[in-house]
């Protein structure tokens, strides 16, 4: 995966749903070792991408989150709506995760074998 600066639009290739528009990568193993951790609200339409990764953690954080694990073709191969702080969440078909703020699954109305598409955003907004 490349390294970029900036952050991701995401959308459902299936219906072209938006689901997140100001999306951060961590791709190094300190960013994706951080994560969220800190963050004591998600803007709407915020969100990290880590890669590679199967597997995640709240231990630490203060709010919940949805969690989307995604394969090598970035379909949608586990959600995991409302993860609550102190908990762990594993998908070993994954390639990648997104986590979004909570309620992003069901507001955006993302399902299972979705495939999702990163299109590097042209704006340099705050993210989280």
Known sequence: MEQTSGYYVVRSRIYGTRIAGQVSL?????SRRKG????REMKPGAGLWIAPCEAIHTFGMRIPIDVIFLDRCRRVRKLVPRLM???????????SVLELRAGCIAETGLEMGDVLEFDLAHQQAACL
């Open 85 to 95: 702080p102190w908990r762990v969440a594993v998908c070993f078909a994954a390639n």
């Open 26 to 30: 961590a791709t190094t193993p300190g």
């Open 36 to 39: 969220l951790l800190g963050i």
